[in-house]
């Protein structure tokens, strides 16, 4: 396996000694970048951009070349496992993905497959391997998934949602069939991470994006143990998890078998550390909508979020997915800041 040059990300992830620290960010591949357009522009749409494998390495690729950032992440979506398991999905322009059918009933839940990946994605798995390729070790290359309770509240929901009502409510009303489905999504989740891994990934990210919507109770019976048994059943690479907006499971996701804990920009990292412990690293954390700010308040707002690290394990990222609209000049200052000032 050729070695890579610029591991701070994996050292990082370890715990190990490094000469500064690695940033990176949630939602680079694209959206950002007028690079990223121009490729989306040559497509019918996303979908067809991520079932690309050429088209999908070259815009992971593009934030590596242009922003200077210290990892790729493979350019994808979390709504690739439903979609694996049985229930296609569209992504509507402006609007964002919607499911044409939805779990509903128990015949629903057994119809449901777990997914194979060397078949089901093998054009997630051809994007690793070509960026593989083209990286030639200069960064690590970041695999991921969503966690089983996020991929839940689509499958169940059809969409996005403000409330997700209408997933919490089955969580209420049919506990049992909610945690069938969970697991099976965690069968095909873990599947499906371990194949990244084996095409190439150096590090998996498991994305909780709607962690934040459930009380800590539920969030403890339908949404831990299933990170748990993914984080049990990585073992081969580092493994972050990022529960968004669930500061109230920070001590338990502490004690999970995971290298680094994601922070959103909610919560205060010297906090999170009493609660995360001692022996994870922090990934994180500034506000996506600072980098809405001047040029010097963003130098500013970033050395300050360094210092709150505490010169502990981290890794510097936004508190969530940098928005579409953000100018990519307001992203490499951020970049660059994080490396001037942690050197
Ligand atoms: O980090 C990266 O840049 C890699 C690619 C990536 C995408 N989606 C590409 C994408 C990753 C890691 C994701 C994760 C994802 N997708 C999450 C978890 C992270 C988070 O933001 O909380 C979620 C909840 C989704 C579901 C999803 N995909 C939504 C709600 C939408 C529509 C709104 C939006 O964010 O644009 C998407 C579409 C999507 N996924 C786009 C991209 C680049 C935009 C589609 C386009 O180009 O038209």
């Not at 493979?74 to 296609?88: N, Q, R, T």
Request: charged content about 20%; proline content about 6%.
């Amino acid at each position: 396996m050729k070695m890579i040059q610029n591991d701070l990300l994996l050292r990082a992830a370890q715990g190990k000694p490094i000469k500064r620290t690695p940033v990176w960010l949630m939602r680079q591949a694209g959206r950002i970048l007028p690079e990223y357009r121009a490729v989306r522009a040559s497509v019918s749409g996303f979908i067809e951009l991520a079932q690309t494998p050429e088209l999908a390495a070259e815009v992971t690729l593009q934030p590596v070349d242009i922003l200077g950032v210290d990892a790729a992440i493979i350019f994808s979506d979390i709504l690739v496992i439903p979609e694996a398991m049985g229930l296609p999905y569209e992504m509507i322009e402006k609007k964002g993905p919607h499911f044409p059918e939805v779990i509903q009933t128990v015949q629903d839940v057994q119809n449901l497959r777990i997914a194979d990946p060397e078949t089901d994605l093998s054009y997630v798995l051809q994007a690793i391997e070509i960026v593989k390729k083209e990286l030639d070790g200069r960064v690590p290359l970041i695999g991921f998934a969503g966690a089983p309770f996020t991929i839940f509240t689509y499958m169940v929901e059809g969409a996005g949602s403000k409330t997700f009502s209408k997933a919490r409510k089955m969580l209420y009303q049919e506990p049992e069939l909610s945690h069938q489905i969970l697991q099976k999504i965690t069968d095909s989740t873990i599947a499906y991470l371990k194949a990244q891994i084996r095409h190439g990934a150096d590090l998996v990210q498991v994305f909780d994006s709607w962690a934040g919507i459930l009380p800590p109770a539920q969030y403890s019976h339908f949404a831990l143990p299933y990170l748990r048994q993914i984080c049990d059943a990585i073992n081969e690479v580092p493994v972050t998890v990022f529960a968004k907006g669930a500061y109230f499971a920070l001590e338990e996701i502490g004690q999970m078998s995971c290298q680094t804990v994601g922070l959103d920009w909610n919560m205060n990292p010297k906090t999170a550390r009493k609660l995360v412990g001692e022996n994870k690293t922090l990934q994180g954390n500034l506000d996506p909508c600072a980098l809405y700010d001047s040029f010097d308040n963003i130098r500013k707002m970033t050395r300050q979020m360094l210092a709150e690290f505490e010169g502990k394990p981290h890794i510097a990222n936004l508190g969530h997915g940098v928005y579409p609209d953000i100018d990519p000049e307001k992203v490499k200052c951020f970049i660059e800041a994080i490396k001037e000032f942690s050197n």
